[in-house]
């Protein structure tokens, strides 16, 4: 069974860390990044994208992400209460609360 490429852009350190637990022992192979400019220039061969929504630069990680998920990649948004009904996403305040399960099951439902 091929492993699944994860891209994760995310500029909070705590939830680099958090995703990387979460998927500690998994079947698959991360890639963490802490902006959208690396990100962009990483996406390619990537199966699952992990985005912060809140994430700001030339646009915010949601657009970005909702580009993609239009152009047919794997995407999930990574959300601290906001609600984005295009994009398949998990509530960062909802973590322990079945939120972590969320993302891993999306994630393993890709590969």
Same mark, same amino acid.
């Given at each position: 069974?091929?492993?699944?490429?994860?891209?994760?852009?995310?500029?909070?350190?705590?939830?680099?860390?958090?995703?990387?637990?979460?998927?500690?022992?998994?079947?698959?192979?991360?890639?963490?990044?802490? +902006? /959208?400019?690396?990100?962009?220039?990483?996406?390619?061969?990537?199966?699952?994208?992990?985005?912060?929504? +809140?994430?700001?630069?030339?646009?915010?990680?949601?657009?970005?992400?909702?580009? /993609?998920?239009?152009?047919?990649?794997?995407?999930?948004? /990574?959300?601290?209460?906001?609600?984005?009904?295009?994009?398949? +996403?998990?509530?960062?305040?909802?973590?322990?609360?079945?939120?972590?399960?969320? /993302?891993?099951?999306?994630?393993? +439902?890709?590969?």
């Amino acid at each position: 069974m091929p492993r699944t490429t994860v891209l994760q852009v995310d500029d909070d350190p705590d939830w680099i860390r958090i995703i990387k637990d979460a998927f500690q022992g998994a079947s698959i192979d991360l890639i963490q990044v802490t +902006s /959208l400019d690396e990100a962009k220039n990483t996406v390619d061969g990537v199966d699952v994208i992990i985005c912060d929504g +809140s994430i700001h630069e030339q646009y915010d990680g949601h657009n970005w992400a909702k580009e /993609l998920h239009e152009a047919g990649m794997k995407v999930i948004v /990574l959300s601290a209460g906001q609600s984005y009904p295009e994009v398949p +996403s998990v509530d960062k305040r909802g973590w322990t609360n079945g939120g972590k399960e969320k /993302l891993v099951e999306f994630v393993q +439902s890709q590969g």
